[in-house]
């Protein structure tokens, strides 16, 4: 079985700040990894993915995330946010488990920029 | 761009009613999905399907609830008889293989009086 922890429920920033949001994750088998973002009242939008190759990959906003095996942590960071950014940021990690492949989100990020 | 639709937006029923939530994939996919985010949780997995069949389930996809794909097109979640907990914003995905990214579609809020 896979699980996801968001190590922060809140994290407020000033615009143009820079910020990095935590996930870590637990899995006996190879496991791929997202980041989503869910403006309020919308539904999820892909920010970024590793599938496999390169460690740090690039989304879209600006944002970027590094897989690291070792510390099976996924973190997602950005160089300077925008207000725009104020969202909610969800880790999920898709693993083949006997049934099938199934996604696992985490409890969410909430990141609050402010002016 | 390709993108997943789902019907209605909203959706209000009576506790005990039954309900089909409608998503459209997109086309070229095989694998879809239901998950449900219950107002300021997280999102939760209910169930993956390919090849007609259920592929993975969870604990929370009880006997009453059930998926379907009628035709080429639609892939459907009917709750038989909706309890309060029920109430939450349903999101159906669809996936071109089931490793690669899942586009979400914009979600149904499904409340149950």
């Known amino acids: 079985a896979q699980s996801v922890t968001q190590l922060d429920s809140q994290v407020p920033v000033f615009e143009e700040a820079p910020v990095e949001l935590r996930c870590n994750y637990s899995?006996?088998?190879?496991?791929?990894l997202f980041w989503y973002v869910q403006y309020p009242n919308q539904g999820l939008q892909l920010l970024l993915k590793?599938?496999?190759?390169?460690?740090l990959v690039k989304g879209i906003n600006g944002f970027e995330a590094e897989f690291n095996k070792s510390q099976t942590s996924f973190h997602l960071r950005k160089p300077s946010v925008h207000i725009s950014d104020t969202a909610e940021y969800f880790c999920?990690?898709?693993?083949?488990?006997?049934?099938?492949?199934?996604?696992?989100f985490g409890a969410g990020t909430r990141l609050f920029v402010k002016a | 761009e390709p993108e997943v639709t789902q019907t209605p937006s909203h959706q209000v029923t009576q506790m005990g009613q039954e309900v089909i939530l409608r998503c459209v994939p997109i086309?070229?996919?095989?694998?879809f999905y239901w998950y449900r985010q219950i107002l300021g949780q997280k999102v939760e997995f209910l169930v993956s399907f390919y090849n007609n069949e259920i592929s993975e389930k969870s604990e929370i996809f009880d006997d009453q609830f059930s998926v379907e794909r009628p035709d080429g097109s639609n892939f459907t979640l009917k709750i038989r008889s909706t309890k309060l907990e029920d109430s939450a914003m349903y999101f159906c995905a669809s996936s071109t293989t089931s490793t690669y990214e899942q586009y979400f579609g914009p979600g149904t809020r499904l409340t149950v009086t």
């Open positions: 590793y599938l496999s190759g390169s460690t």
């Open positions: 086309s070229n996919h095989l694998y």
């Open positions: 999920a990690v898709s693993a083949l488990n006997t049934g099938g492949f199934k996604t696992i």
């Open positions: 899995s006996s088998v190879s496991v791929y």
